[in-house]
């Protein structure tokens, strides 16, 4: 697949703070890429100098193989905060999104139309953006990003305030974009969102990049010691099991990391003796555990961040 992004060596200071520490990159068509880390890691200062919010105090960024001077308008961007005109209706808004980025009213209404009832959203077309809830004001802001069928699209925290399912929908939509061959970098502390749907990962940690490549590449690389459980029952003691070095438990749910050898059948036994078992998976660690094990967890606040 060709480079449609590359991001080369890039730096961004902030007085004594180096926000952006030589990060590097690039993001094939046709994908996902995932750009990941905590908050403050530094990913938003990167998308913002990757749309040219931003320039890079050094290092290039080349679109599409070149300087790309019309990049802008080949670019779809959600930012993080919102940026609505609350006093606007929600059509009205969208129409005006469009125009920025050189579309006519009567070509994208219907655009317009099908994405609003996508979104569930047909009856709020009348509707003040400050009526909205703050999810749906999150879905309206993503429709103006996709409005006028972007090249790529660089999504910052595009799950930020939305429900369990409108998470799916958003989660859904990409894929679907993926399909029809569109770019898409997306950058989120949600590991387990970013593992759904991402091809490419690039983890930063404190401006600098700690971990990149294909997803599946970078799971098999950390090892098929890890053993995933979903049980009823009290799994306290799985962390003392004598093949177990570490488990994760959250919610009735373990993710054990084995040492070298373990006998897989015994810690089953002994779980089944203790617990009812509705899921019992050998595999590849979890791309949290992953980034965890990589940079490490200075505090449990950071890590739920």
Do not use: C
Request: proline letters at 3%; zero cysteines.
């Amino acid at each position: 697949m060709s480079e449609i992004l590359a991001v080369r060596d890039v730096v961004k200071v902030f007085g004594s703070v180096r926000a952006v520490d030589g990060v590097s990159f690039t993001v094939r068509g046709g994908t996902i890429t995932g750009l990941l880390g905590r908050n403050g890691a530094g990913k938003t200062t990167t998308i913002r100098m990757i749309t040219g919010i931003f320039m890079p105090d050094s290092g290039t960024i080349q679109w599409g193989g070149g300087a790309g001077a019309d990049f802008r308008d080949r670019v779809g961007y959600l930012p993080e905060e919102r940026g609505l005109y609350k006093q606007m209706k929600v059509v009205e808004h969208l129409l005006f999104l469009a125009e920025i980025k050189g579309r006519k009213p009567a070509d994208v209404r219907p655009q317009i139309a099908r994405w609003l009832e996508r979104f569930e959203l047909t009856d709020k077309r009348d509707a003040k953006v400050e009526e909205l809830s703050k999810g749906n004001q999150q879905k309206v802001q993503l429709i103006g990003t996709l409005l006028h069928d972007p090249e790529l699209i660089v999504l910052d925290e595009p799950q930020s305030g939305l429900d369990p399912v409108n998470m799916i929908l958003v989660r859904d939509l990409l894929l679907d974009l993926k399909k029809e061959g569109r770019t898409i970098l997306l950058s989120t502390h949600m590991m387990g969102e970013a593992e759904k749907m991402a091809d490419d990962i690039v983890l930063i940690h404190r401006g600098k990049v700690v971990l990149q490549g294909a997803l599946e590449e970078v799971r098999e690389v950390a090892g098929r010691n890890t053993l995933q459980l979903d049980f009823e029952g009290d799994g306290n003691f799985l962390g003392q099991l004598e093949q177990v070095e570490k488990a994760n438990l959250a919610n009735n749910t373990a993710e054990l990391t084995l040492s070298e050898g373990a006998d897989v059948q015994a810690i089953l036994g002994a779980a089944i003796g203790r617990l009812r078992i509705r899921r019992f998976e050998l595999g590849t660690p979890s791309l949290e555990k992953i980034f965890i094990d990589k940079v490490g967890a200075e505090t449990l606040e950071e890590v739920m961040q």
